[in-house]
């Protein structure tokens, strides 16, 4: 490894989620604009990874392009070491959001304005406006059903306007306070 790769790796390590994206956008198939990439795990085929405009993958996410049991499976057969492949590549659509711990496997895409919740393993196309979640991920519920539920749940928190389901302008170290007494108030 040359110096020019080691200074390249001690950046992207120490990257935040915008940086980390636009480190990586030229090993990528296509990366879009305003992509946060809180992980740092691609694989071994990062060039088979496609991301649209605005999409977020929360610590942790795996995308694996390649399935290495095609090594195994080879010497099973009496083949040659490497004559068989097993790859496919991973899509993330628009707006979508993968959350923490996600494994996303050979040939899976995710949909415009999706979620797939934390520690999930997507093998399979996610539709546009869907939420999944699970081993393997299946559906959940639609996108308008869990902005309903965030909206409802914001609004039980004090620091949230129950007429608008905004934030109140307060500083943040009152936010803090805020959440901190909301939540543990009553433990101690």
């Not at 081993?135 to 039980?156: G, Q, T």
Request: glycine share 6%.
């Amino acid at each position: 490894m040359n110096i020019k790769d080691i200074i390249w790796k001690i950046k992207f390590y120490r990257a935040n989620a915008y940086k980390t994206a636009e480190m990586m956008s030229t090993k990528f198939y296509h990366c879009g604009s305003n992509v946060q990439l809180y992980t740092k795990s691609f694989g071994t085929e990062p060039y088979l990874i496609s991301i649209g405009n605005n999409v977020t993958c929360a610590s942790n996410v795996r995308f694996i392009n390649h399935d290495v049991s095609c090594f195994n499976i080879a010497r099973y057969l009496g083949l040659p070491e490497g004559s068989l492949d097993k790859v496919g590549p991973i899509t993330l659509h628009d707006n979508c959001f993968i959350c923490a711990e996600t494994m996303l496997m050979p040939g899976c895409s995710v949909g415009r304005n999706s979620v797939i919740a934390a520690r999930s393993v997507v093998t399979k196309q996610v539709p546009d406006n869907e939420v999944w979640g699970g081993v393997p991920a299946h559906y959940i519920m639609n996108v308008a059903e869990y902005a309903e539920r965030i909206k409802i749940k914001a609004c039980e928190y004090p620091w949230v306007d129950k007429d608008t389901a905004h934030k109140k302008r307060i500083s943040e170290d009152e936010l803090i306070k805020a959440r901190q007494k909301f939540f543990f108030e009553n433990i101690y």
